[in-house]
């Protein structure tokens, strides 16, 4: 008798690219996004201009490992908090939160402080973002329960 | 819905989808359901807009008061089995909704423009209390033929200016669709690609667009003969005009979907085809289509389970390894390999485990 159990489980790591907030500028976030899929993630990119209530929806609804949060409008300080509040406050505690784009090096501590995992500045290599998110997925990465 | 449920949604659809730990218990009781959702699977070319009339349809529903899930797929990398999916983009007059669910999902490597598991997901989402669900294709064109398995109603959308009758008469899109529609109408040509779909519709179908009775006069006369395995397969989907009480003609459509033109009279012939098709009982005939379909593709992953190569592994599975290697060096044919381990003969020179 052949096991069902030979088909393997085919979990992949998802990640929403967002942009949230006035700043119309994603080629950075795309270039990203082009960069997660060959590393084998799937990748959700949400589209200019969200608010951070529908990011959250739509990690939630997509059922992600990770936001990625593209920002060159200089509004960090104030969405990404606020995006970290909205997802514990929705029952996503595991849902991390990375961000990049144009964010000055004396922001990082107080953004890490407010929950967000990692700051890639502009100019980061796809690699380095690519292997923290491998790194640190190992852990979720268990069984939907 | 609140988020306690919305992901408690999303979780099922991963479990499925991933094939993990307690999917198989999942479906068991989701396919028991008595009633499932109503599905609507739209496809068509690339840059057809197919994202854009998910968008304009569920919000035409959503406004309803319908609780709406949309299934929509994107085409993985061939190469890292990775996706971008992109089809939230279009997001806008459906936005605001609470009562729409909008996955995106990943083809996964699977050819014919779904996922593997999209009738698996249909059912789960049945579990959840959604009584209608749009699935969006991979969009690749011909091929993505596969969701008039899965759909109640198979909506095809095209473009003008995409190519001549040829296009038309090709096989694929044109055999699967119960309703067609020509979307950016407003762009020149619109009224010549819906007559060139009609024209093609002439050569299977008589009678006019919609619900035709035995009583009514046929349109044009057949132009092919009348029993073909094709045209078979189309009059037991959609009836034989002149024959049967009740048939269905597909009716050609125009809309311009990004202004929200078209889009009310396009969701009533949805409506319409998945009411007829209920009422004459042949959503039962498409149903057990579906099924064989389904036991099929389990049969043959379960089958060929002992062979396959996992997916990234840089080995091949051993009792197939031998084979590989005299097809390589030309010692056999790939069709003496399969019959020989379909006997359950090994490779001479092979230890069995």
Redesign the interface.
Known sequence: MIAATATPSRRKIRVLIAKVGLDGHDVGARVVARGLLDAGMEVIYTGLRRTTEEVVRAAIEEDVDWIGVSILSGAHQVLLPKLRRLLDEAGAQDIRIIAGGIIPQEDIPGLQHDGVAQVFLSGTPIAEIVDFLMRESVQPLKEVP | MQ??E??R???A???V?????GY?DMLAEAYRLPDWARVIGITGPPGAGKSTLVDAMTAHWAQAGERIAVLAIDPS?P????????D????NRS?GYDNI????L?S?GHVGGLTETATDLVAVLSLFGFRRVIIETVGAGQADIEVHETADCTLVLTVPGLGDGVQASKAGLMEIGDIFAVNKADMPGAADAQRTIEAALGAAYMGNPGINLRADTARTAPSLGSVSPGLAALYRRHGKFGEDAQCWVPPVLTLVAAENQGVTELAQAVDTFIGWSQQTGRSQGRSRERAYAQIMRALS???L??Y?R??GAENFPAIVAPWIDRIAKGDASPIEAARSLFNGTLAPGTQRR
Request: aromatic share 6%; no cysteine; net charge positive.
């Open positions: 988020s306690a919305l992901r949604i999303a979780r659809i991963s479990t989808e991933n094939r993990a730990v198989e990398s190469y890292s089995g990775g996706a971008v999916l992109g939230r983009i279009r997001r936005a669910y909008f996955r995106s990943s996964r992953a379960l089958l389970a002992p396959t996992e997916a």
